[in-house]
């Protein structure tokens, strides 16, 4: 089945500094989403991207629909301590229903 | 003016027993979703109603039921549980079947 291979795995950062993540798949996606969670909480949403070459901001995060609707990233820039939490990137399956990367959690150091 | 909502945020309980978690949207969405995450944080899809009709049921056991009363709520039920069913279930909803997803906060189900 379709699968998204997203990376790093975790991440640990200095308040202030940049980071990215990203995602890329074997298959095609129509549209690239990325959430974040936070401990105890469900995924919310932060950015959506529907087209390819796509280039979104929302604040300090910025998001890219790869031109080849294989891949995906996620910047997010000058860090603070409330960036804490696991990033998900998802893509719509076949059906509608999301298929999740594993996430990237990401920890801030002040 | 909670988007999504589920209840109870957690559940403990036996091996065995029956129970259900209700889900419930006040966003006019007709589309709600059912994921499971596990114990490394990785979701996966469960079960999608579009107007109360099932879309998906995805290799679930037949232990899991869903139930959509109407648009707005998908309650979730499954019966004899097992260890292997300890789980954070979240519901989700959209307003079409490609479109964003809206997540409730969680159950946390656990079964000793």
């Known amino acids: 089945g379709q699968q998204l291979n997203q990376s790093p795995q975790s991440m640990f950062i200095q308040e202030g500094e940049d980071v990215s993540m990203n995602c890329t798949s074997s298959s095609i996606f129509n549209t690239w989403l990325w959430y974040k969670q936070e401990p105890g909480e469900g995924p919310v949403l932060l950015i959506a991207l529907y087209k390819a070459g796509e280039l979104t901001s929302n604040g300090r995060l910025t998001a890219q629909f790869g031109i080849t609707r294989k891949d995906s990233f996620l910047n997010i820039s000058a860090s603070i301590p409330s960036d804490v939490g696991i990033y998900f990137c998802?893509?719509?399956?076949?059906?509608?229903?999301?298929?999740f990367g594993k996430g990237t959690k990401l920890s801030v150091k002040p | 003016d909670t988007a999504v909502s589920q209840t109870p945020k957690y559940l403990v309980t036996q091996m065995g027993n029956d129970k259900s978690i209700k889900c419930e949207q006040n966003?006019?969405?007709?589309?709600m979703y059912w994921y499971k995450q596990d114990s490394k944080k990785f979701l996966k899809i469960m079960f999608s109603?579009?107007?109360?009709?099932?879309?998906i049921n995805e290799t679930v056991p037949n232990r899991f039921s869903p139930k959509s009363p109407d648009k707005a709520h998908l309650n979730l039920h499954i019966n004899s549980l097992e260890l292997g069913d300890s789980a954070v279930y979240f519901c989700?909803?959209?307003?079409?079947?490609?479109?964003?997803?809206?997540f409730g906060p969680g159950t946390r189900l656990l079964v000793l």
């Open positions: 109603y579009n107007n109360k009709e099932l879309i």
């Open positions: 998802a893509g719509h399956g076949g059906a509608g229903h999301l298929i």
């Open positions: 989700a909803s959209s307003s079409g079947l490609e479109e964003t997803q809206y």
């Open positions: 966003l006019g969405h007709d589309t």
